[in-house]
């Protein structure tokens, strides 16, 4: 197994394994906040839908999305293992590629309000000079 070992420090090792375990907070957070509308593994919206932006949405538009990729980042940097590093990387490309079709089918069923939406949040990180002023969506 040495032959696929990647040579980083101890410290960003732990440093990663740290991130990693802080990105599960938010996975709970997001999660918690959709309720009955999370729909994984498939993308579809239900009738019963609405555009929720409240809890980590009132921040961002895609935040598990975001801690899934930041945990996968630091699951990798913590291995320092290609055997682990390139699978990560594969799963975060494919994430990556349902964001797109994900935000056409909110686009298509919310129209403006979620163009409005898209605005105010970042796609994976907060707008800062948006905080301020929709802060007080709950």
Do not use: C
């Not at 959709?34 to 555009?51: C, F, N, S, V």
């Not at 490309?93 to 949040?121: N, S, V």
């Amino acid at each position: 197994m040495t032959l696929f070992t990647i040579p980083l420090p101890v410290w960003l090792r732990w440093v990663a394994v740290g991130l990693s375990v802080a990105t599960i907070p938010l996975i709970v957070w997001a999660y918690s906040t959709l309720g009955k509308q999370w729909t994984a593994p498939r993308l579809l919206l239900r009738k019963e839908h609405t555009l929720v932006m409240t809890g980590p949405y009132r921040y961002v538009r895609h935040p598990m999305y975001a801690a899934g990729f930041t945990f996968m980042i630091a699951l990798a940097v913590a291995t320092a293992n290609w055997l682990v590093v390139l699978p990560m990387i594969a799963g975060t490309a494919l994430l990556y590629a349902q964001i797109g079709r994900e935000e056409a089918m909110l686009i298509d069923r919310f129209g403006e309000d979620y163009r409005a939406y898209m605005k105010r949040t970042g796609r994976f990180l907060p707008r800062f000079q948006n905080l301020d002023r929709h802060s007080r969506i709950d």
